[in-house]
């Protein structure tokens, strides 16, 4: 059973994302929260698995809120998505930095809202197209320009391998574990175990973190491809 906290300050949106959440068997709604200070404190008392977060609430928003969520180790299995109109903007980059697994737009169909929280638990990341769209062109666009071409830069973490290189581009791209392994022909194990491998190694909180650090050290750039 996955747990959610729903966190939105307008309360018919809550209900609404209350509504269709607890209408799957495998999700349970165990608690709202109205602002992201009431949302930090309700993880603590609550623990849900997942926090549906919405950005822009009054007294602490969704992204600081996010980052003290994730920054507090006993909240480790914790993740958080968010749930916002606010797809374009540079709060994108923002949350993914402060530790949110993903986004999904207030616009999505109901489905989709089930399918991106059954996901965030799974460990996958989400990112919605237009999510995606706004972190390249909004940020990592001009992340290279810092970077040695052709030489990527971990920090002092320990250094993927050749392999792991090649996972992270694909993850930074939007592939799946199932896209990865049937695109380096490699089993959905071992496509799984690289991602987690290369997690530990960089000390990402979530794969979406992974997309940042892929340009950030120059393995991908902007448009490209393979």
């Known amino acids: 059973m996955t747990r959610v906290l729903v966190v939105d300050d307008q309360s018919l949106i809550r209900q609404a994302v209350t509504d269709i959440l607890g209408s799957h068997p495998h999700i349970e709604v165990v608690g709202e929260a109205v602002d992201g200070a009431q949302a930090v404190e309700r993880v603590q008392s609550l623990r849900p698995n997942v926090v549906l977060m919405d950005i822009r609430m009054p007294l602490v928003d969704g992204i600081e809120a996010t980052r003290r969520i994730c920054e507090d180790p006993n909240n480790a299995d914790v993740r958080v998505l968010i749930l916002t109109t606010f ?3 540079e709060y994108v980059v923002s949350a993914i930095r402060a530790g949110a697994s993903g986004f999904i737009g207030k616009s999505a169909e109901p489905e989709d809202i089930v399918k991106a929280v059954l996901a965030v638990y799974d460990g996958e990341a989400l990112l919605s197209p237009v ?3 706004a972190l390249i062109t ?3 666009a001009e992340v290279p320009r810092n970077s040695s071409a052709g030489t990527p830069h971990f ?3 320990e250094q993927p391998t050749v392999r792991e290189q090649e996972v992270l581009v694909l993850v930074a791209r939007g592939f799946s574990n199932t896209d990865i392994a049937e695109h380096l022909q490699i089993s959905p194990y071992t496509s799984k175990t690289h991602v987690n491998r290369i997690m530990a ?5 979530d794969r979406a973190q992974l997309v940042i650090l892929a340009y950030e050290s120059g393995l991908l750039t902007p448009g490209q491809q393979n």
């Open 131 to 133: 999510a995606t769209r």
């Open 87 to 89: 797809e374009e903007d």
């Open 201 to 205: 190694k960089v000390q990402a909180h």
């Open 155 to 157: 920090l002092e973490l």
């Open 138 to 140: 909004r940020y990592v």
